[in-house]
């Protein structure tokens, strides 16, 4: 079942900050994020584990709210690197292997 | 090696004839996967297989037949494809199918299909 992920989009200022929340009504595993910038691969950023373990991107932030089963991601003093269509995917705690991604969010920063 | 390489990059192919798509890693990782993706819509998972077996299909076509000949190599084959099957097929990798739920996945760039 695949995460429900808002907003659809966003329009920055370089140096403004956004979030970006991905939720789930099952149990999840971890949850990751990734950025895929126009005719690019997927970029893995950061995942968040059950139990509060992070690993990723040293200057992206994120948190996973395991009761509410919610995780967000938070950019912040956002550079024009950061246009791209971000994407959330979530692991079961009852699946193996079948990372399922929400509908993205496109993120457009201007100058 | 931190890549997933796939070939070929674009493939433009009639609705009879037969293809195949490569993805290649020198990762070591065990778990490799397929996904197809429309235009402006997320990454959709096809097969993923874990230590070169067929572990998951999600009741995908016949029309696509996914091969594992190595640990390094996955490939999908194509024949008889419609035009709706148009899009941009993906491969990823991660250490393992059960470490890929605490290391993420690394995507190719993926080949873009076109069936006419």
């Known amino acids: 079942q695949q995460p429900v992920q808002s907003p659809q989009a966003v329009i920055l200022r370089e140096g403004e900050d956004a979030v970006i929340n991905c939720s789930s009504s099952k149990a999840l595993y971890s949850v990751h994020w990734y950025r895929q910038k126009h005719g690019e691969a997927p970029v893995f950023l950061m995942i968040?584990?059950?139990?509060?373990e992070q690993k990723g991107h040293e200057k992206i932030s994120a948190s996973f709210n395991e009761k509410k089963q919610q995780s967000s991601l938070y950019l912040t003093a956002s550079q024009l690197s950061y246009s791209g269509t971000y994407f959330c995917?979530?692991?079961?705690?009852?699946?193996?292997?079948?990372?399922?991604f929400g509908a993205g969010t496109q993120v457009v920063v201007t100058p | 090696d931190t890549e997933v390489t796939q070939t070929p990059k674009h493939l433009v192919m009639g609705m009879t004839n037969k293809k195949s798509l490569k993805c290649e890693q020198h990762m070591g990782h065990r778990a490799m996967y397929w996904y197809k993706q429309k235009a402006k819509k997320p990454p959709e998972l096809m097969f993923v297989?874990?230590?070169?077996?067929?572990?998951i299909n999600e009741s995908v076509p016949s029309r696509f037949s996914p091969e594992c000949p190595n640990s390094s190599l996955l490939n999908l084959h194509l024949h008889a494809l419609q035009p709706e099957d148009s899009a941009l097929y993906l491969c990823?990798?991660?250490?393992?199918?059960?470490?890929?739920?605490?290391?993420?996945?690394?995507f190719g760039s993926g080949t873009r299909l076109t069936v006419v």
């Open positions: 995917g979530t692991l079961k705690t009852d699946s193996w292997g079948k990372l399922q």
């Open positions: 297989y874990s230590y070169e077996k067929l572990s």
């Open positions: 990823a990798s991660s250490q393992g199918k059960m470490e890929g739920r605490r290391y993420g996945y690394t």
């Open positions: 968040l584990l059950k139990g509060g």
